[in-house]
């Protein structure tokens, strides 16, 4: 088997990243694209529930995408809340937001 070599971060470093308010709201938007893109494939509400409850091999490539980027947006805020770095506003719904008030509103 022939190798290549690539540069990794050590088993046991922590990083600290940086994020400003533009970063967040892009990480935000690709969550609800990952959810939009798990429910076009038939995923439920209880098959997104199983996401956080199985073991991250078994998850589907999807779903792997959607779960990691659920931690990282749940870091981001965990350490805005942490340092006070939280704001409550008031914006017009998107319409990806929209389209999540009509799935509701199925329901």
Do not use: P, W
């Amino acid at each position: 088997m022939s190798t290549i070599k690539v540069k990794q971060i050590k088993d046991d470093a922590i990083i600290n990243v940086q994020v400003n308010n533009h970063y967040y709201a892009m990480v935000k938007a690709l969550i609800y694209n990952l959810f939009f893109l798990l429910k076009e494939k038939g995923a439920t509400d209880e098959s997104l529930q199983n996401i956080l409850t199985k073991k991250y091999e078994e998850l589907s490539a999807l779903e792997q995408s959607f779960y990691t980027v659920t931690l990282l947006l749940g870091e981001i805020e965990r350490q805005a809340t942490l340092n006070d770095f939280l704001e409550e506003k008031e914006i017009e719904k998107s319409a990806i937001e929209k389209a999540l008030d009509k799935e509701e509103t199925k329901d």
